[in-house]
């Protein structure tokens, strides 16, 4: 099969910036357009210094070239009201914002406000490959999961796909994310002053992640908390399980649900790092999952990592259609990280 | 009154260093030997550079000076088998270890390796003013308490006075802390290369301060982080309260138990730092509390925040010595911290 | 003496918070105001939240009280424009900005934009204690000197004074700075995933520091870098003297000129921090200095190390405040910094 | 071409690690061996947890397999005297430290002690590239280049080239590096607590690494200063040239000399990232070089950023033996960093 050609509307944020990284190491796609009002004309490279190397340029989103496939990289709200213009420019589209994630426009409006286009929920198909792989060969609206909402959904599948929590548990999900989560632009609380060396809480009951992950395991306690890192969310589970379990259960299910998975290492490691750890993966497509009993208080604590930016968005991205068009799913994505790194 | 005596035991590490840098600015202090067998007769300013202006030299613990007060900033396990020493020294004994902190040797054994001198465990006194003020009047030997026990027991202290909370709760900590916890010295773990922008778990289970929690309030489920900051100890609590309570029941907890005290604020902020911060306490006595509550999940979320080396240690050193001894409780503790900081 | 009253205007700036706390722990200072047009009414730590247990309200800017001293930590610029206002509020004017430190309007268009009140650069008072304090005693309008101008003038000054330097030699001063130094505010340049990291250029020549110390030392290349930390300006000088210099020679030049200063440490340590630290500084009034010498390369590198926010800025201010009132020097200013600590 | 079989040794340190990432993604080279005495027969992703996704474990440095290519990270010293088993082993060698960089027994003694193999100092290929290429195709014993040596002839090597310089100017180096240079273990000084946040001088003069500058451009006054990054060096050249210069002079210089380089960028950038930065290189093999002329001084300012790590180290080796071998340069080397990324 020869290359298909790639649009990331939305070029110049965060999740944009490394769409482009993603797609010019990819041997099977290659960049039509990359979209940004803003910067229109401008070098790629201006705006991500990763790419200086890369000779490409932005241009406006209002005429969108034909291709294979579009991935979209917009603020929140965005995809609904253009989603005609990309399903004109392109078979299959990527849509990294929270616009599909959702099955129904009842949830929806639940934790957003009013879906513009609330027949599209039914059709798209959310990507979290480890949940719904065999979903989306053939999809032509895919929705990237949320980073905070895959951290905490692969931490926790394991042990509702082996039956030892139900969704009647008390699981409080305590959760540790970096800067890019804001995405690019920043006020003054994401000033490098006053964003540093923080552990603030932010959306301590009611983040709109608890939608997703509701969806698809139950009704969690979620609160996040803004640490010194750019890249990385790391998500703490606390779970009280109904029945007594050991960590022989534990290893079963997390062995039974990840050992075949590509982007996923169940960790149980000795050395410095012996939980996940965002840093290991940052950069990268791979989470860790990891896990410790505590035997007194009859909870189970399941540590899950993720790069918030790679398989938490654009990496997912990447993997769902990779898997979507029949590609290789590690195809552009078998990179390993760095060591030793810093707040990545 | 004139100025006591005073000498550090242990003063070239982290605590004993800033038992040193509070000594020198406290009007009723003077600091009569600062020991430390590796740095004997160097400069305090070598080991500690912000104390460089200060013109003192360690000498070695084997002879103590007769003095009013002794500090002993030793790791666990050392106070209790030099307490003849040290009583022999001093009349007033403030230790930072774990050693005396426990009220029964059962409890020791359960948490730590066997005690040398249980029959101390019994006459010491826990500091931790907030919790304990009116057992420190004229006490002799004082344990301070633990930094993510003191963190943890701020946060909850409201609740369980007025009766939101009886012990039979799940109550989860979850908890975040600097790399000073670790104290001076550092292997690999410690490294900037290893431990910059890690979300490291440690203690998932059965850390040791839990003890000092259950003593005072009750079983909690306890588990510690490690994130990119030196100073600082971020303690969440999820509680799943028997009865329902409202805002306005928490508001009126807090203010009862902490409206009076002189170190502790509840944050109830708009702008950037709307919840407890421990940059915003870093350097100092102060700690910080703060709530929400989350109606869906039944849940209370309760915020606090310490630096770990002042009102989690040396600060509740002094602050336990200053009520001990009859001086005015916010003698040589009474300074902000700075705005902006990093991570301090 | 009783206490002084005291205004701040532009309080809500990151300069204007420091004066606040050190104002609010000066011993000689009542704070009267703390003027913030965009904060009116707010309380004070809602933007500093250091200052969370000072019960303060910003005010509007238009009607300033009647004060013994006023600080004025706006913008560059705008004191020029309202120095009118401020002489009829107050005695005692201490300008943080760049307004009045250049001693003619020549000077001050070569390095900024035309003046509006001219007449006033040969009546202020340019305030580096160390090189102007008799200059100060009685002071009305007074000019705190420049961060970078601070960190290289007392850096070179023992080496001009002592003769070793005549300002014919070659001097490189290349600075590193915190993101302080920035202002509060933020954009895309200064967010945290933008600016953490980064060793970044900025002004590689021209900076409008420069003025300062030629006006005091003679012409040098100097380029600063922006680095990972909030608090802190470190220059480092590279010197290439007409005559040889020893070691010796140099010992004494600095001694002589620095051993009677209360703020200043000439640092010939061993241990880690050999050399002046910038963390060993944060927070406090003290500038460090050092040097080695190069004697393949004939050359001489000093170091230098301030908070720029203290010594370089605000703490600057009140020291000179302190001599122009006839207060003892270190008036609220005594205090050291901490250890261990991070970014600060 | 099959692949060629690469043996690691010194595999547990960080560069070893990096070698270790670059090998497990290169299309041409198969790990056969990595050895680590202190962690043989442990995985290697329990020391490097980037790479746990990787079925390898260390063994002892004492059975050497024979391959093609043998990589030694081993500390300044070892190499030379394990050479006589590094060849039998393999019949190309490269190696990172400093052993076989200086071309004479002289230069070595006279930064280095005693070397024990000063025959192979003439046989030894010199490993910059850009400035070697030449010399490396069939090369048998090739030495790559040291991090701040490289970072600075980049710098400067196109003003050499060009004939703006000729060696006779004064030219001072001020480099800013990352923690990872110091390698594995740490100690007091480079534990987090102490080493965050610094501006740091260390080898303030007679850093060894101006003996490679030396060696091939000629003296410079050079001083290292470790900031807060993990990986990174970044050099400032501020130079003076016997002669007035251009910027359109430079430009010229600079497009010249590495127009078709592929691993090096003259960057010259609006947005946030004008000059060279560390971060936008971070993990890769690039380099970037900029410029800035400071007309009232009569300076050039050249800045030019690397990945100590990669281009510094482990890239710079892997290029190296791409030449070597005959391998297409960019083999394994050709993907792009990070944006946004902290301080990696």
Redesign the interface.
């Given at each position: 099969m020869s290359t298909l050609t790639a649009t990331v509307v939305g070029a110049s944020g965060?999740t944009g910036?490394?769409l482009l990284?993603l797609l010019?190491?990819h041997p099977k796609f290659e960049i039509a357009q990359a979209t940004s009002r803003q910067y229109e004309r401008?070098t790629i490279?201006?705006?991500?210094?990763?790419?200086?190397?890369?000779d490409l340029r932005f241009s406006a989103p209002d005429d969108l070239e034909s291709v294979d496939v579009l991935f979209a990289a917009t603020p929140h709200g965005v995809s609904m009201d253009h989603i005609d213009a990309f399903q004109e420019a392109a078979d299959t589209i990527v849509d990294l914002s929270a616009d599909f994630r959702l099955d129904s426009e009842g949830q929806y409006d639940e934790w957003y406000d009013g879906h513009t286009r609330p027949e599209f929920l039914s059709e798209s198909v959310y990507a979290l490959p480890e949940l719904t792989r065999e979903d989306l060969p053939g999809a032509e609206l895919i929705a990237a999961g949320g980073c905070n909402a895959t951290a905490t959904i692969l931490g926790l599948l394991p042990l509702f796909e082996d039956g030892i929590l139900d969704g009647t548990e008390?699981t409080?999900v305590?959760v540790?994310v970096?800067?890019?989560e804001?995405g690019?632009?920043?006020?003054?609380?994401?000033?490098?002053?006053?964003?540093?060396?923080?552990?603030?809480?932010y959306a301590?009951?009611?983040h709109r992640h608890e939608a997703e992950i509701e969806q698809f395991l139950g009704?969690?306690?979620f609160?996040a908390?803004a640490?010194?890192?750019?890249?990385?969310a790391?998500a703490?589970c606390?779970i009280?399980p109904n029945d007594p379990v050991t960590k022989r259960d534990l290893w079963g299910a997390y062995r039974e649900q990840y050992d075949e998975e590509p982007f996923v290492?169940t960790?149980a490691?000795?050395?410095?790092?012996?939980?996940p750890?965002?840093?290991?993966?940052?950069?990268?497509n791979?989470a860790?999952v990891g896990f410790?009993?505590?035997?007194?208080?009859k909870?189970i604590?399941v540590?899950s990592?993720i790069d918030n930016m790679m398989k938490g968005s654009a990496g997912q991205a990447i993997h769902a259609a990779n898997i979507a068009l029949g590609f290789e799913e590690t195809a552009g994505l078998?990179?390993?990280?760095?060591?030793?790194?810093?707040?990545?």
């Open positions: 965060f910036g490394e990284r010019a190491g401008k490279g201006r705006v991500h210094p990763n790419l200086r190397g890369v008390q409080i305590d540790k970096g800067s890019s804001g690019a632009g920043g006020g003054t609380a994401s000033s490098h002053a006053e964003r540093s060396g923080v552990v603030r809480p301590p009951a009611g009704p969690v306690s609160t908390h640490v010194d890192m750019i890249r990385g790391s703490t606390h009280f290492r960790v490691g000795g050395g410095v790092y012996r939980y750890e965002p840093k290991a993966v940052a950069g990268t791979y860790e410790e009993l505590d035997p007194s208080n909870r604590i540590f990592a078998a990179f390993q990280g760095l060591h030793p790194v810093g707040a990545p």
